[in-house]
RNA sequence: GGUUCCGUAGCUCAGUUGGACAGAGCAACAGCCUUCUAAGCUGUGGGUCGCGCGUUCGAAUCGCGCCGGAAUCACCA
């Protein structure tokens, strides 16, 4: 339409590219803009003239409008609120508003993440990772594609013998039952007593007159692991039994971890059960002259016309390296599902490895080598810097959700919360509440970004928190509760105010912030639009009386809003995986 | 040194494909609970968007060059 009123006020034809339309900013009247600067060659006078000519033409041309105003070459136009009424009273009511339907036609797309270790319990750093791949595979799924969630668990290895060879030693037989512990924290005890003996052995050999470097790797415990490791790979009954018994341990630990977390897969991998994978395929890349043999029988891909250098596919005994198995499973998932794309929730500390991965998948000729994606995501560090865990500085996840609950707990009770409740009651909202806080924290960030997370000011339960968007909901449900019963319909007579319509226009951005949020895998997207959307609300709940107005009309339209809000924070606290009470 | 990423208020972070005076929260100070939940609301102070050049009617956003920080560049996974 602006194409025609250009060429009727200035005759001349431009291009529809050539026309910006964009939503006006909340804080000035209007509901999409127009910015005219780019028309002013060919109108050639001012902004302001040209602004209100093409506003005329628009309101003379459409019936949906009913005004516009220009301001410093911003062309606003207003929306009629008869039309703002309609789309309230549509689809809004829909229960998955602003979700697009999966069907057959749906793309698959596998995503895998969590990817512990057996050897320690789940730490911050896996936190972020849990909760990204959970949000982003529910946001995707909410924009249409079939999502199948996997887990590829690091079961095998030298850091895995470590544990079980410090238990063996010095464990006198300890058990989770015997100890009370839960099972990965009790694996992940010997795991640093490998270390401290490992270390005590190094400076002891340094003390005797060895080079550290040497000390380093002839260390008698280190040692001790790698036969370990050798008789894990042969099979050894001794060896196997005890690992299966350690890890069934970790399991058991994890599983409840997991679902503390909220989050759960589809499928889950094993290292142990993938780790030859990979060997047929880089054959046959060594046939067909795609990677290179050297001397010692080790096989390589040069990747020096990418801008990197060369990359080990298989050691000169045969076995498999990191990239290789990564290059079986993702073939092996590939035949198995055929999927559409495969995300990758890694740390960014693997970018290396996910930039050589798609370039090696790529020049062996698969098809599918662009459907990988890595998403990578930054660290979490601690005031004091990064997380290490041999200084003792390590975050763990059971213990830090212990204390998002305990602190939504004290919290609470200062201020007189929950008092009428039963503790059953009482204890469900505080895990929401501390989960909440803790979950919103880490999602409201930019995966890609670092971040800091400093334990005294994130158990903040004020401002920009999951708490607050908790609470504007409990808010939301209470008033729906008070006024609710049966939801008065307006008529068109009663005139919206301005913050009804800015309220409603928040409203109608939900459906796009999805799919932009779907499209970058990005969750922080749809955590800041809550936020906002809860902002305002609380504003409009402070400012006008909902249940009260001046006649039933409005009432009516007021909390056809309010649950119209209530519905969406709902579902997209849901993405975030994070539930909302009903009170608070 | 190569590659990738980051740099916005004292602190933690937003800022959609370039657009309106750069926004929140925390912290500080000052107000608001006889009315639908005060985990709330209102106000005040606080910024050379790391630095410079360029493209553009217009740059926190795009390009180039610096400066600062992170990750990675293992026959570990």
Same mark, same amino acid.
């Given at each position: 339409m602006a194409v025609e009123a250009v060429r009727d006020a200035w005759s001349v034809n431009i291009q529809e590219d050539q026309v910006q339309i964009q939503k006006t900013r909340r804080d000035f009247e209007?509901?999409?803009?127009?910015?005219?600067? #780019?028309?002013?060659? +060919?109108?050639?006078?001012? #902004?302001?003239?040209?602004?209100? @000519?093409?506003?005329?033409?628009?309101?003379?041309? =459409?019936e949906m409008l009913s005004g516009y105003n220009v301001i410093k070459g911003f062309l606003n136009m207003v929306v009629a609120q008869q039309y703002w009424r309609e789309l309230l009273d549509g689809d809004l009511r829909a229960p998955h508003y602003g979700f697009t339907p999966v069907d057959a036609g749906s793309p698959d797309v596998m995503i895998e993440f969590s990817s512990?270790?057996?050897?320690? #319990?789940? +730490?911050?750093?896996?936190?972020?990772?849990?909760?990204? *791949?959970?949000?982003?595979?529910k946001i995707m799924e909410a924009s249409g594609n079939k999502v199948m969630k996997v887990n590829l668990v690091n079961d095998r290895g030298i850091h895995i013998c470590k544990s079980m060879l410090s238990w063996q030693e010095e464990g006198n037989g300890e058990t989770p039952e015997t100890t009370g512990l839960k099972g990965d924290h009790l694996v992940g005890k010997y795991y640093v007593q490998f270390d401290q003996k490992y270390k005590a052995q190094i400076e002891a050999l340094v003390g005797e007159g060895t080079i550290r470097k040497e000390a380093?790797?002839?260390?008698?415990?280190?040692?001790?692991?790698?036969?370990?490791?050798?008789?894990?790979?042969?099979?050894?009954?001794?060896?196997? @039994?005890?690992?299966?018994?350690?890890?069934?341990?970790?399991?058991?630990?994890? &599983?409840?971890?997991?679902?503390?977390? *909220?989050?759960?897969?589809?499928?889950?991998?094993?290292?142990?059960?993938?780790? &030859?994978? /990979?060997?047929?395929?880089?054959?046959?890349?060594?046939?067909?002259?795609?990677?290179?043999k050297k001397e010692d029988g080790s096989i390589w891909a040069n990747l020096e016309d990418e801008g990197l250098d060369h990359k080990l596919l298989l050691r000169a005994d045969g076995t498999s390296v990191y990239m290789t198995q990564d290059v079986g499973t993702a073939h092996?998932?590939?035949?198995?599902?055929?999927?559409? =794309? +495969?995300?990758?929730?890694?740390?960014?500390?693997?970018?290396?490895?996910?930039?050589?991965?798609?370039?090696?998948? &790529?020049?062996?000729?698969f098809v599918w080598a662009e459907k990988l994606f890595h998403l990578s995501y930054g660290m979490v560090e601690l005031p004091e810097g990064k997380m290490k865990s041999r200084e003792g500085t390590v975050v763990d996840a059971d213990d830090l959700m212990d204390e998002m609950e305990s602190t939504a707990r004290s919290m609470s009770e200062e201020l007189g919360k929950l008092e009428e409740y039963t503790g059953e009651e009482k204890d469900i909202i505080y895990r929401q509440v501390g989960m909440g806080a803790l979950k919103y924290f880490i999602l409201k960030v930019d995966p890609k970004k670092n971040m800091t997370f400093d334990p005294r000011e994130s158990v903040d339960f004020? /401002?920009?928190? /999951?708490?607050?968007?908790?609470?504007?909901?409990?808010?939301?449900?209470?008033?729906?509760?008070?006024?609710?019963?049966?939801?008065?319909? =307006?008529?068109?007579?009663? #005139?919206?105010?301005?913050?009804?319509?800015?309220?409603?226009?928040?409203?109608?951005?939900?459906?796009?912030?999805?799919?932009?949020?779907s499209r970058t895998m990005n969750p922080s997207l749809v955590a800041n639009y809550l936020y906002d959307l809860a902002k305002e609300f609380n504003q409009f709940y402070h400012d006008y009386s909902i249940l009260s107005a001046d006649n039933q009309e409005q009432v009516g339209l007021r909390l056809r809003i309010v649950e119209a809000i209530g519905q969406i924070v709902k579902s997209g606290m849901d993405l975030l995986g994070i539930e909302v009470p009903e009170r608070m």
């Open positions: 209007g509901d999409f803009t127009l910015v005219v600067f #780019p028309l002013l060659r +060919h109108s050639k006078c001012s #902004p302001e003239e040209t602004g209100n @000519a093409m506003g005329q033409y628009m309101i003379d041309h =459409s512990p270790n057996t050897n320690k #319990p789940l +730490h911050l750093g896996h936190i972020r990772n849990n909760l990204l *791949g959970h949000s982003v595979s380093e790797t002839s260390a008698p415990v280190l040692k001790k692991a790698r036969e370990m490791l050798r008789k894990w790979e042969m099979d050894d009954p001794e060896v196997r @039994a005890l690992w299966e018994m350690m890890n069934s341990w970790v399991y058991d630990g994890f &599983k409840e971890t997991y679902k503390r977390l *909220g989050v759960s897969f589809d499928k889950t991998y094993y290292e142990s059960e993938t780790y &030859k994978l /990979g060997k047929e395929i880089v054959l046959k890349g060594l046939k067909e002259g795609v990677f290179y092996q998932r590939y035949n198995e599902s055929g999927f559409d =794309s +495969h995300i990758y929730v890694v740390g960014n500390e693997q970018n290396y490895h996910f930039q050589v991965l798609a370039i090696v998948l &790529k020049k062996m000729g004020n /401002g920009n928190t /999951g708490p607050f968007i908790q609470y504007t909901y409990a808010r939301i449900r209470s008033v729906m509760r008070k006024g609710g019963e049966e939801i008065p319909r =307006s008529t068109g007579d009663t #005139p919206m105010n301005v913050k009804e319509v800015s309220l409603i226009r928040m409203l109608y951005d939900y459906p796009e912030i999805i799919n932009e949020s």
